[in-house]
């Protein structure tokens, strides 16, 4: 089989570029849907100081779904407050505006 024969009308080309298209975005839907666990990891230190490893919430993902995540996230965050003797926080306590100076 000689490349030579092979010849390519503007249609052929227009598919083979479509289908490469197409080709490209299914590889960055998978690559995104691969690094949420880690995307969320960084978001979370960033904006709790909380550190978590990826594979902690790939694990919780797969146990018990988003919910769990969630749950997980939650008893952090309250683990974290908690852990600040300074900070005592009710219903009537005014907000900590500190992290925002």
Known sequence: M??????????DIF??????????????LVVSFLS???VFCQYLKHMT??????????RKFR????GGVRDLLMDLLIKE???????VVTPDSEPDLSVFE
């Open 36 to 38: 949420r666990p880690r």
């Open 15 to 28: 598919v083979l570029g479509a289908i490469g298209a197409v080709v490209l975005l299914l590889l960055l």
């Open 63 to 66: 146990e018990k779904g988003r």
């Open 49 to 58: 100081g909380i550190e978590l490893k990826p594979a902690q919430v790939k």
């Open 81 to 87: 407050d908690l852990a600040d003797p300074d900070r």
């Open 2 to 11: 000689s490349f030579e024969m092979l010849e390519l009308g503007r249609q």
